[in-house]
T-cell receptor, first 112, second 114 residues
């Protein structure tokens, strides 16, 4: 089973502050993803990556940046956090071309 | 872009009864289909992935039906038990290559009553 680890699991941030959510996977998957989950919206794709050094915009990238410094690590960065970014964030990874995503446990972010 | 509508948003059935969750999608190029299960406070676990060439797929205690003509995907839980209480999400991927970008439905909260 693929192992995807997110940190922190819970985070409280202030409006205007910088927040970094981290994701690590140990299964050498090429593709990694950041989703947010909100009641009534399901999961929506923020950013994704094909491999180290690559980041691509998903469906709702505004207000977020991503960084993929290595095959194992994929970070989501909120430079100026806003209350509308209060959500549960899921990282996922997947091997190229196998159409299967493995999700981390999620990070619950509250922006006050 | 692809749109996925999932119904119903909430479903309550008695233990031993069946439960049906349905997703409809818009893009005829949709090629891969997924059902995920999310227990309270937990992450998403893959239940089943379905390719467009197969219309009926059976798992342990459930069946997934794909109707390509109507662009409809359904998850049928037979003889529901308390462990089935969870949120269920369908997801759809286009056959366009590249990273596996999935479009998710909004989810169904399923409650199994004793």
């Amino acid at each position: 089973e693929a192992a995807v680890t997110q940190s922190p699991r819970n985070k409280v941030a202030v409006t205007g502050g910088k927040v970094t959510l981290s994701c690590n996977q140990t299964n050498n998957h090429n593709n990694m993803y950041w989703y947010r989950q909100d009641t009534g919206h399901g999961l929506r794709l923020i950013h994704y990556s094909y491999g180290a050094g690559s980041t691509e915009k998903g469906d709702i990238p505004d207000g977020y940046k991503a960084s993929r410094p290595s095959q194992e690590n994929f970070s989501l960065i909120l430079e100026l956090a806003t209350p509308s970014q209060t959500s549960v964030y899921f990282c996922a990874s997947g091997p190229w071309g196998q159409n299967t995503l493995y999700f981390g446990a999620g990070t619950r972010l509250s922006v006050l | 872009g692809e749109q996925v509508e999932q119904r119903p948003p909430h479903l309550s059935v008695r233990e031993g009864d069946s439960a049906v969750i349905t997703c409809t999608y818009t893009d005829p190029n949709s090629y891969y289909f997924f059902w995920y299960k999310q227990e309270p406070g937990a992450s998403l676990q893959l239940l089943m992935k379905v390719f467009s060439s197969t219309e009926i797929n059976e798992g342990q205690g459930f069946t997934v039906l794909l109707n390509k003509k109507d662009k409809r995907l359904s998850l049928n839980l037979t003889a529901a038990h308390p462990g089935d209480s969870a949120a269920y999400f369908c997801a759809v991927r286009l056959n366009t290559g590249g990273a596996d970008r999935l479009t998710f439905g909004k989810g169904t909260q399923l409650i199994i009553q004793p």
